[in-house]
């Protein structure tokens, strides 16, 4: 059996397209993270204005119900039932994680943003940390979305 890639050598200028591409693009992402400003700190620090903002303060309450709160006035604005929205659990998991981890209480809220971009922003105003929802796409943006238009008082409806 003849192998056919051996009795044709890779043509010297597909080699020499290929090489120039990849230093292209290295140095286009080398200058996007340096030049430009383009890791996602300064991006979410310097390129979004608050359009609007809710500050908010979950409390796990028994058997894996979670009340959101509105941290101006202290009225539940929403009550998540056990086993539904999965995602907006998950991220407060892991911000409350850094906040053990850096011996930090839970009277500091959280700040759901949405941008003059339109993207959704929660801060964690004790860590400083901060998250754009818009990078897990739609149907997580909607779960987040929610907190920040739902009226006190009404009816927690889960998306899930």
């Known amino acids: 059996m003849s192998d056919t890639f051996h009795e044709q050598p890779i ?18 992402v080398t200058y996007s993270r340096f030049v430009a400003g383009g890791n996602s700190a300064s991006y979410l620090a310097e390129d979004i204005s608050e359009v609007t903002y809710r500050d908010l303060i979950f409390k796990d309450i028994s058997g ?18 056990p086993g539904t ?6 991220v407060l998991r892991g911000l409350v994680r850094e906040r053990k981890s850096q011996q930090l209480g839970d009277e500091e809220p ?18 400083k940390r901060e998250i754009n929802i818009n990078a897990f796409g739609h149907s997580n943006v909607k779960s987040f979305a929610q907190l920040l238009y739902q009226k006190q008082n009404d009816t927690f409806q889960s998306t899930e």
């Open 11 to 28: 043509p010297k200028g597909a080699l020499i397209a290929v090489g120039s591409l990849l230093l292209l693009t290295l140095v286009l």
């Open 64 to 81: 894996g119900l979670v009340h959101v709160f509105d941290a101006n006035d202290s009225r539940i604005i929403l009550e998540i039932a």
């Open 85 to 90: 929205e999965n995602f907006i659990r998950g």
């Open 110 to 127: 959280f700040r759901l943003a949405k941008a003059v971009n339109g993207h959704l922003i929660l801060q964690d105003l004790a860590t």
